[in-house]
């Protein structure tokens, strides 16, 4: 079983989602890669990954890898903010990194 961690970035993103029916699309996701199902997903360098979500506008969630089976969500957002979300997915990865 994987183990999810979230950001305040992206809880506060999650927060903001009105569309419910997105929302829980995208709770349900999170579920199905708890249990290894993680489906459409592609690395976008620096060791963080896009998690495509096929509703709304094109659902992303960021998160990266942290030890055999702890993943940290960092962000969301959805295709028209693709590259300024994933900018800000690897800023808030270095930051935890530097952190730690």
């Known amino acids: 079983m994987n183990i999810f961690m979230r950001t305040p970035e992206f809880d506060r993103w999650l927060k903001r989602l009105k569309e419910l029916s997105i929302k829980a ?12 199902n993680f489906g459409d997903c592609e690395s976008v360098g620096d060791g963080v990954f ?6 709304g506008a094109g659902c992303r969630i960021y998160y990266f890898r ?3 089976v702890v993943y940290v969500l960092l962000y969301g957002g959805d295709k028209s903010s693709q590259k300024k979300d994933i900018q800000a ?3 808030i990865k270095k ?3 530097e952190e730690s």
């Not at 699309?25 to 290894?36: D, K, Q, S």
């Not at 896009?50 to 509703?55: K, S, T």
């Open 50 to 55: 896009e998690m495509r979500i096929h509703a």
């Open 89 to 91: 997915a690897k800023a």
């Open 25 to 36: 699309r995208v709770l349900v996701r999170i579920r199905a890669a708890e249990t290894g």
């Open 66 to 68: 942290q030890g055999k």
């Open 95 to 97: 930051r935890l990194e």
